[in-house]
């Protein structure tokens, strides 16, 4: 559904839809994935704090699976820096 309403640009839809899957989601490494794209249309919807925080989550969640050199860690905090 998510991929439909991003289509539809309807964004902050999109992103509870996400954030619906987040919660069933067994497999933390997708989270991670879930989270970023959340965080997009949370900014294609001008909802900075929204955005943040799932730029923050997807950040945290990929330090605690990796570390802070791995390359998905480092994207997920260049994604979080292009926020700020």
């Known amino acids: 559904m998510a991929p439909l309403l991003t289509q539809l640009e ?16 067994t497999q933390e490494i997708l989270k991670v994935g879930l989270y970023t794209k959340m ?13 943040i925080k799932a730029s923050v989550d997807a950040y945290e969640l990929m330090l605690k699976l990796s570390n802070a050199k791995d390359a998905q860690t480092c994207r997920c905090l260049v994604n979080l820096a292009q926020v700020y």
Do not use: H, P, Q, R
Not at 39 to 51: L, M, P, Q, R, T
């Open 10 to 25: 309807n964004y902050s839809a999109a992103a509870s839809c996400l954030e619906n899957v987040i919660k069933e989601e």
């Open 39 to 51: 965080a997009g249309n949370f900014k294609k919807a001008d909802k900075e704090e929204e955005c």
